[in-house]
């Protein structure tokens, strides 16, 4: 099937052509976002693949199906940036891949925990200068220490593994217990309770109308004093503002991220030449107990692979007509 790939890197054209030998789709690769002004694009091809930050607003969708646009194939697990119900409207059929490796994005939440906790990126900094000295890096140890999961999919199973590996209590947040995560010892209870009784909270929950601001300035008033906050998610499930407010307080001790609410402007470009216009985001890189990586949470050879290979098998079973259960339904 004839696609146009949006919003593509040198790693993603590599991984798409080298797994394509095996499907032998026709693939052309395009540097912009698919947004209304770059929708022309997509003249002519039957399928578009688009990723995260790709804008399938209502005016997009009608300009794409205007030119012959049926599929559209995200080559991520999260679909909040498309319109559902004008797409179902307009017979485009959206696939999705609902998991690439929870590995990746489990371990990076990890990473973030260590990063913060044994101020890594400050120890790096001050020996590269000759500074050796260990003032201001104290850390926890994280062994006995409750940890809150919001979201116990698959990614947010694989966390639950690695943390109760560091010998750490669990708590869960989520509509339905994961049998896994309940034979390691997992207790779910409600989101205030976990949110009172964390030392450590990871949200690893999709974006969806319930779960926008899930931590907002009502939300962090649970929250022990100088609790850690991770987010390897979506940028949407936090209140940008009401975590810099308890920052500012001590309400939030710690804080680290890989999504960002409005990172469309800014992740997956070099803007080191350029002055960043978000002050919000300005005033988060200025806190000293603030970690901020640019959605590479999923980014590891393995992911990328699997990624590529999902998202040709999502484009090739739509051609053939056949059923798949990466089908994105409106509900």
């Known amino acids: 099937m004839r696609t146009a790939f949006f919003n593509t890197k040198l790693y993603d054209k590599h991984s798409f052509i080298e797994i394509n030998e095996d499907y032998n789709h026709e693939l052309t690769f395009f540097e912009p976002r698919l947004t209304p002004k770059t929708a022309s694009l997509a003249a002519g091809f039957p399928a578009v693949c688009v990723f995260i930050n790709d804008e399938l607003d209502e005016d997009t969708l009608r300009a794409i199906a205007a030119t012959g646009t049926k599929l559209i194939a995200l080559r991520c697990a999260g679909f909040n940036n498309i319109n559902l119900s004008v797409a179902e409207e307009l017979g485009i059929t959206v696939m999705r891949v609902p998991a690439y490796s929870p590995y990746a994005v489990a371990e990076h939440a990890v990473g973030l925990i260590m990063a913060l906790n044994r101020k890594l990126y400050r120890a790096y900094n001050r020996v590269r200068d000759d500074n050796f000295s260990l003032d201001g890096l104290l850390g926890f140890d994280l062994h006995g220490k409750t940890i809150g999961i919001v979201g116990t999919g698959k990614i947010g199973q694989c966390f639950a593994q690695i943390m109760n590996g560091f010998g750490c209590k669990l708590l869960a947040y989520d509509v339905r217990v994961n049998p896994a995560c309940a034979d390691i010892g997992v207790d779910y209870v409600e989101l205030p309770i976990l949110l009172t009784r964390s030392d450590i909270i990871s949200l690893h929950c999709p974006l969806l109308p319930s779960t926008h601001h899930l931590i907002n300035a009502e939300s962090i008033q649970h929250f022990k004093p100088g609790s850690m906050l991770i987010n390897t998610s979506r940028g ?96």
């Open 236 to 331: 949407g499930l936090i209140d940008t503002n009401a975590v810099i407010e308890a920052i500012k307080s001590g309400r939030v001790g710690y804080f680290g991220i890989d999504v960002y609410e409005r990172e469309g402007s800014l992740f997956f470009e070099d803007l080191s030449d350029t002055v960043i216009q978000d002050d919000t985001f300005q005033l988060l890189q200025s806190f000293p107990n603030v970690v901020i990586t640019a959605h590479q949470a999923f980014f590891t050879k393995e992911a990328l692979r699997n990624i590529a290979q999902v998202t040709l098998a999502n484009i090739s079973d739509v051609e053939a007509g056949r059923t798949n259960s990466n089908a994105v339904k409106l509900t």
